[in-house]
């Protein structure tokens, strides 16, 4: 059974950086893409960074410039790296990912990490 574990989450002030990690494990070969997502209370999950099969990124309006994704395919992980934070970016982020494990290659997604952004 294939997981997916966001990690690095945390409380953070205006101006600071984290670094959410998303980590694959049982029996993964490698991830193939990815994306990290965003969820605040009462709305809509938003797509905040995409890694496509072919490496290429793609960010929202109000992130560009201040996150990056990439992947980390000895760890079979996806971090996003938040530098720069606003108030605005409180969420709860959510990776999902196309993994190539002993399954096949299916879609998973990650329970979720809590970043808030507040002085």
């Known amino acids: 059974q294939v997981e997916l574990a966001e990690s690095g989450g945390g409380l953070v002030q205006p101006g600071g950086s984290l670094k959410l990690s998303c980590t694959a494990s049982?029996?993964?070969?490698?991830?193939?893409?990815a994306d990290w997502y965003r969820q605040t209370p009462g709305a809509e999950r938003k797509l905040v960074a995409r890694?496509?099969?072919?490496?290429?990124?793609s960010y929202a309006d109000s992130v560009k410039g201040r996150f990056t994704i990439s992947k980390n395919e000895a760890e079979n992980a996806v971090t996003l790296q938040m530098n720069d934070l606003k108030p605005e970016d409180t969420a709860v982020y959510y990776c999902?990912?196309?993994?190539?494990?002993?399954?096949?290659?299916?879609?998973?997604w990650g329970q979720g990490t809590q970043v808030t952004v507040s002085s």
């Open positions: 049982g029996n993964v070969i490698r991830i193939d893409a």
């Open positions: 999902t990912a196309l993994v190539f494990s002993d399954y096949g290659t299916n879609d998973y």
């Open positions: 890694l496509t099969t072919g490496g290429s990124t």
